[in-house]
């Protein structure tokens, strides 16, 4: 009888140790999602003019964006954000270096293509951005008509 009792403390203290190891201590969201969430926050105070507070907030996202890497590595949306928070920081070499790793993994991954032609187009290479056009061509997707459209104001504003 007292064998059994121990057993059963022994297995109920495991059990609980088990079960309070998988808590996250209150910290639900990931820091892929926090990033996400603040990304999403900077892109609207950045059409609201707000850059600073956009900066500030692209800044934290990048960080989360970082940790998040290490722990997972190898995620192609993870780094399509990395790209994405890094060039809007002006961090433009890393920025592509961040989304050619993410096509390595996806190649047709639709916000890689569209940011890294948005980042072709900033850094005056129109003609590596119209390859980014070509892989989105057919998706039927939102990526591929706002990177037509900032290809295309940049032709007419060439000429």
Do not use: W
């Amino acid at each position: 009888m007292k064998n059994s009792i121990l057993t059963l403390v022994i297995i109920f203290l495991f059990t609980g140790n088990v079960f309070s190891a998988g808590s996250s201590g209150g910290d639900t969201k990931s820091n892929y999602d926090q990033a996400v969430k603040l990304i999403d926050s900077a892109k609207k105070n950045e059409k609201k003019g707000k850059k600073d507070k956009a900066q500030s907030k692209y800044e934290k996202a990048f960080k989360l964006l970082v940790k998040s890497n290490k722990k997972n590595p190898n995620k192609a949306d993870t780094l399509n954000y990395l790209g994405f928070t890094s060039r809007k920081l002006g961090d433009f070499e890393n920025g592509e270096k961040y989304y050619l790793e993410g096509l390595a993994i996806d190649p047709k991954h639709n916000g890689i293509n569209e940011y890294l032609g948005e980042l072709y187009v900033s850094t005056n290479r129109l003609n590596l951005a119209v390859e980014r056009l070509e892989v989105l061509k057919g998706c039927g997707c939102e990526e591929y008509d706002e990177l037509k459209a900032i290809i295309d104001g940049e032709k007419v504003s060439k000429y």
